[in-house]
Nanobody
Framework: QVQLVESGGGSVQAGGSLRLSCRASGSVSGCMGWFRQAPGKEREAVAGIYLGRNSTYITTPVRGRFTISEDKGKNTVHLQMNSLKPEDTAIYYC?????????????????WGQGTQVTVSS
């Protein structure tokens, strides 16, 4: 069973930056990325990268502020979050073995991390 290990969450002030990382304990394929869920809201896809293809998905509210990258061949992805806003506050979940491309990211991923809290204060 593949496990996803997340790191990098925390608390920052608005305008600050955080970098989330996610490493899979075994081999994964397809899309690997991040979802988030704020209190009282539905889970939403944030960013995904199709491993080995340099194809990425970034949701509109964070486009231009967040970037996703991978360490090729290491089943590891990073989410660089800049210019953070209070509305980015949520639990961020890493997911792997799914599908993403262009303007679409599926919610059907095989593996999920336990989540890491990101809190942005105004």
């Amino acid at each position: 069973q593949v496990q996803l290990v997340e790191s990098g969450g925390g608390s920052v002030q608005a305008g600050g930056s955080l970098r989330l990382s996610c490493r899979a304990s075994g081999s994964v394929s397809g899309c690997m990325g991040w979802f988030r869920q704020a209190p009282g809201k539905e889970r939403e896809a944030v960013a995904g990268i199709y491993l080995g293809r340099n194809s990425t998905y970034i949701t509109t509210p964070v486009r231009g502020r967040f970037t996703i990258s991978e360490d090729k061949g290491k089943n590891t992805v990073h989410l660089q979050m800049n210019s953070l806003k209070p509305e980015d506050t949520a639990i961020y979940y890493c997911a792997a073995d799914g599908y993403c491309a262009g303007n679409y990211m599926s919610h059907s991923f095989t593996y999920w991390g336990q989540g890491t809290q990101v809190t942005v204060s105004s």
